[in-house]
C-alpha cells in the first residue's frame, strides 16, 4: 500500500522533530485547524502503524486531531497570530522616553 504525501510528511515531520515536543507540536499546528484535520481515516491507519513515528508522537497526533480536546485547543492556538502590539507600544515609550 503505497503512502499518501500526508503520511510521508508526517514521518518526515516526526523524525525531524524528535524527542521535541514543541516542534512536534508547531508541525501538527500546520495540519490541525478549528474545522477539522488533513488527516483520512487511511492516513491515520497508516500513521499509527509507522514504526519511525514514536508512540509518544503517535499518542499527541491522536489527541490533537480531536476537536474540544486540551491537546486540540493547544495546537490549534498555536495558529492564531501571535498580538504584539502591546509589547511595540512599550517600545516605542521607552524610544521616547517615557516611562512603562
Known amino acids: ?3 499518501s504525501q ?3 510528511y508526517t514521518i518526515r515531520a516526526s523524525e525531524h522533530s524528535g524527542v521535541d515536543l514543541v516542534l512536534w507540536l508547531r508541525y501538527l ?5 478549528p474545522s477539522g484535520n488533513i488527516f483520512s481515516e487511511r492516513d ?5 502503524k509507522e514504526k519511525r513515528i514514536t508512540p ?6 491522536s489527541r490533537a486531531i480531536i476537536p474540544g480536546t486540551p491537546t486540540n485547543e493547544f ?3 498555536m495558529r492564531q497570530p501571535y498580538d504584539n502590539s ?3 507600544e512599550m517600545i516605542e515609550r521607552l524610544k521616547a522616553g517615557g516611562d512603562e
Open 1 to 3: 500500500m503505497a503512502l
Open 6 to 8: 500526508t503520511v510521508r
Open 29 to 33: 499546528s500546520k495540519w490541525v485547524d
Open 44 to 48: 491515520i491507519a497508516q500513521i499509527m
Open 56 to 61: 509518544f508522537q503517535k499518542v499527541i497526533l
Open 75 to 77: 495546537v490549534v492556538k
Open 86 to 88: 502591546k509589547i511595540l
